[in-house]
């Protein structure tokens, strides 16, 4: 699923962290790369061009170019604005309230899955639905049997007639539930292969008889952008509630889930994942986002970064460290701005370093005892710990309220640490690698 566009994505996310810093030029190439993928994943030119802006906007500004680690921040842009064109939230259907009967009628071309749709759907539903299926599609021979089986497997209702007029059989759908108390009825109807006038007529009909709650376009996610269209065509005639896209399983672009809610103003609702009546989910976009760019752990990161690190202090920070005068003041408001990102082991799990550092965990008792000793120096000493002796360390102990050999083991983390910093000096994903050390050292 989404496998080549999360591949292409993938690649150009590579070569831009192999630069060690991002220069507009890096920018404007991998913008481009990213294009020319979404075009290659059929998504509608019209939305390519307006993501394409808005990711060139925001990627060229100060807060990435500038930051610690710009590419993380460049993913997160293209992230956040992926999420933005699939429409940032998941809507949810309508149904009405207790007493009365909700109606959700399904409709779309041909084999594009209503029929095994309905039947997730009313399975999701029947947790607190009592839910009737009910097939009015008139036209294929085995579609009612079909419908009247998978009701069977999944323990719903089903009704339907034996004559060939689908109106009729709307009709007296919704006095059969009323008369055995259903809840929500789900109606599936016929597909034909392309958009036409008599399908359009039935549909309107079905559509007055029974007043559905929700109209839902179904699709198959295989269809790429041309489905714009059909939407459209659809729309107009019927105004529909949302789409449920089929297939995602199989091997989709993505230009389908990429293009619809920009190009129709609908929003996609559901997604089919396989044949199973259970392979059926919300539509989430940040999940697709993420299943799009595979960088779910870095997204994360570079927010929980965002809210708590005062980047003027951190970019302070970088070019001291560079001149290689990093001092114990400086690991002190490094540590606070770690306690500000939370528990300091799930910040540390989203890290690429991650696989490296398995064994080492990370005690959170010894981060505020590290932080009680550093504020139990004086400034002079904090500058040069060099000059803190015997006496010093016994002072800085009792003043914090541990003892000597953890003043010792500190001191001793510290100065491995510098020579750390010495090794990274020119990388400029400085954050990471100083987390990294952190954990590295058991603080
Ligand atoms: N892999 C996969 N197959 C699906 C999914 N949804 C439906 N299918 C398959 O797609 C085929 C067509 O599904 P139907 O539910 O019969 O489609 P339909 O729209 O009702 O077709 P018509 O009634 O002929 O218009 C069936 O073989 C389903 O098993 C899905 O999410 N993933
Ligand atoms: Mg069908």
């Given at each position: 699923?989404?496998?080549?566009?999360?591949?292409?994505?993938?690649?150009?996310?590579?070569?831009?962290?192999?630069?060690?810093?991002?220069?507009?030029?890096?920018?404007?190439?991998?913008?481009?790369?990213?294009?020319?993928?979404?075009?290659?994943?059929?998504?509608?030119?019209?939305?390519?061009?307006?993501?394409?802006?808005?990711?060139?906007?925001?990627?060229?500004?100060?807060?990435?170019?500038?930051?610690?680690?710009?590419?993380?921040?460049?993913?997160?842009?293209?992230?956040?604005?992926?999420?933005?064109?699939?429409?940032?939230?998941?809507?949810?259907?309508?149904?009405?309230?207790?007493?009365?009967?909700?109606?959700?009628?399904?409709?779309?071309?041909?084999?594009?899955?209503?029929?095994?749709?309905?039947?997730?759907?009313?399975?999701?539903?029947?947790?607190?639905?009592?839910?009737?299926?009910?097939?009015?599609?008139?036209?294929?021979?085995?579609?009612?049997?079909?419908?009247?089986?998978?009701?069977?497997?999944?323990?719903?209702?089903?009704?339907?007639?034996?004559?060939?007029?689908?109106?009729?059989?709307?009709?007296?759908?919704?006095?059969?539930?009323?008369?055995?108390?259903?809840?929500?009825?789900?109606?599936?109807?016929?597909?034909?292969?392309?958009?036409?006038?008599?399908?359009?007529?039935?549909?309107?009909?079905?559509?007055?008889?029974?007043?559905?709650?929700?109209?839902?376009?179904?699709?198959?996610?295989?269809?790429?952008?041309?489905?714009?269209?059909?939407?459209?065509?659809?729309?107009?005639?019927?105004?529909?509630?949302?789409?449920?896209?089929?297939?995602?399983?199989?091997?989709?672009?993505?230009?389908?889930?990429?293009?619809?809610?920009?190009?129709?103003?609908?929003?996609?609702?559901?997604?089919?994942?396989?044949?199973?009546?259970?392979?059926?989910?919300?539509?989430?976009?940040?999940?697709?986002?993420?299943?799009?760019?595979?960088?779910?752990?870095?997204?994360?990161?570079?927010?929980?970064?965002?809210a708590a690190i005062?980047?003027?202090?951190?970019?302070?920070?970088?070019?001291?460290?560079?001149?290689?005068?990093?001092?114990?003041?400086?690991?002190?408001?490094?540590?606070q701005q770690l306690k500000k990102m939370g528990?300091?082991?799930?910040?540390?799990?989203?890290?690429?370093?991650?696989?490296?550092?398995?064994?080492?965990?990370?005690?959170?008792?010894?981060?505020?005892?590290?932080?009680?000793?550093?504020?139990?120096?004086?400034?002079?000493?904090?500058?040069?710990?060099?000059?803190?002796?015997?006496?010093?360390?016994?002072?800085?102990?009792?003043?914090?309220?541990?003892?000597?050999?953890?003043?010792?083991?500190?001191?001793?983390?510290?100065?491995?640490?510098?020579?750390?910093?010495?090794?990274?000096?020119?990388?400029?994903?400085?954050?990471?690698?100083?987390?990294?050390?952190?954990?590295?050292?058991?603080?």
């Amino acid at each position: 699923m989404l496998d080549k566009i999360t591949s292409r994505f993938e690649g150009i996310f590579k070569t831009l962290s192999r630069q060690n810093r991002l220069s507009e030029k890096n920018i404007q190439d991998g913008v481009r790369e990213i294009k020319l993928a979404l075009l290659e994943a059929d998504v509608n030119y019209k939305v390519v061009k307006d993501f394409i802006k808005l990711v060139e906007e925001e990627a060229l500004g100060e807060k990435v170019l500038k930051s610690i680690s710009p590419t993380d921040q460049f993913i997160k842009v293209v992230h956040d604005k992926l999420v933005d064109i699939m429409g940032s939230h998941s809507d949810e259907i309508q149904l009405k309230k207790r007493g009365e009967i909700s109606v959700i009628l399904f409709v779309g071309l041909q084999g594009s899955g209503k029929t095994t749709t309905c039947a997730k759907l009313g399975n999701l539903l029947k947790v607190n639905q009592k839910v009737l299926l009910v097939s009015a599609d008139t036209y294929r021979p085995a579609a009612k049997d079909q419908l009247k089986i998978l009701a069977g497997q999944t323990g719903l209702g089903f009704f339907t007639e034996d004559h060939n007029d689908p109106i009729k059989i709307c009709k007296n759908a919704l006095k059969y539930a009323k008369d055995y108390e259903y809840h929500a009825i789900i109606l599936d109807t016929a597909g034909r292969l392309q958009v036409d006038e008599p399908l359009m007529v039935e549909l309107e009909k079905i559509k007055k008889i029974t007043e559905p709650d929700e109209i839902l376009f179904v699709s198959d996610a295989m269809a790429g952008q041309n489905v714009v269209d059909v939407v459209k065509s659809f729309d107009h005639r019927l105004n529909i509630n949302g789409i449920i896209l089929t297939k995602f399983d199989s091997d989709t672009r993505g230009g389908a889930a990429l293009s619809i809610k920009k190009t129709t103003g609908k929003s996609i609702k559901f997604i089919g994942t396989g044949e199973k009546i259970e392979n059926f989910e919300k539509f989430y976009p940040e999940r697709v986002a993420g299943r799009i760019l595979g960088k779910g752990d870095i997204i994360s990161f570079v927010e929980k970064a965002q809210a708590a690190i005062d980047v003027e202090e951190a970019i302070k920070t970088q070019k001291k460290l560079l001149k290689s005068k990093f001092d114990l003041d400086d690991f002190l408001s490094q540590i606070q701005q770690l306690k500000k990102m939370g528990p300091l082991q799930s910040i540390l799990d989203m890290l690429p370093i991650k696989g490296q550092m398995k064994d080492q965990s990370v005690d959170e008792k010894n981060l505020l005892h590290t932080e009680a000793i550093i504020l139990s120096m004086t400034p002079k000493e904090r500058k040069n710990f060099r000059i803190i002796n015997g006496n010093r360390r016994r002072r800085i102990s009792l003043g914090s309220g541990t003892t000597i050999q953890e003043v010792n083991r500190l001191l001793k983390q510290f100065e491995s640490m510098q020579k750390m910093m010495q090794k990274v000096k020119k990388n400029p994903r400085f954050l990471q690698n100083m987390l990294g050390g952190m954990k590295g050292m058991n603080l």
